[in-house]
């Protein structure tokens, strides 16, 4: 059983940064595609990035591309989710995914461990 841990969430103004990290507890990370989706007060969660194995490809959401950046340290088990120009409409809950087979989706149903979520609030 992978566990996922985030950090990095907090309370920023519009136009800020932020850095989310993801932390899995097992070296069979570097064998998983990892994701990052997001769910709002009342919406529906929602696909943001999605990076495969060895961070050769990358997905984004049309809403974050140009803003939001993935990453990922297999050496370190950690995914990493840079996002920059921060707006109002970022305020969510944000979950990082683990799918076993190696390339990311943005189908949330394929993904087979998940994170306890942690909040970023944009203010106006």
């Known amino acids: 059983q992978v566990q996922l841990v985030e950090s990095g969430g907090g309370l920023v103004q519009a136009g800020g940064s932020l850095r989310l990290s993801c932390a899995a507890s097992?070296?069979?990370?570097?064998?998983?595609?990892m994701g990052w989706f997001r769910q709002a007060a009342g919406k529906e969660r929602e696909f943001v990035v999605a990076i495969n194995w060895n961070g050769g490809s990358t997905s984004y959401a049309n809403s974050v591309k140009g803003r939001f950046t993935i990453s990922r340290d297999n050496a370190k088990n950690t995914v990493y989710l840079q996002m920059n120009n921060l707006k109002p409409e970022d305020t969510a809950v944000y979950y990082c995914a683990a799918k076993i087979s190696g390339y990311g989706t943005s189908r949330w149903s394929e993904y087979n461990y998940w994170g306890q979520g942690t909040q970023v609030t944009v203010s106006s």
């Open positions: 097992e070296r069979t990370f570097s064998s998983y595609a």
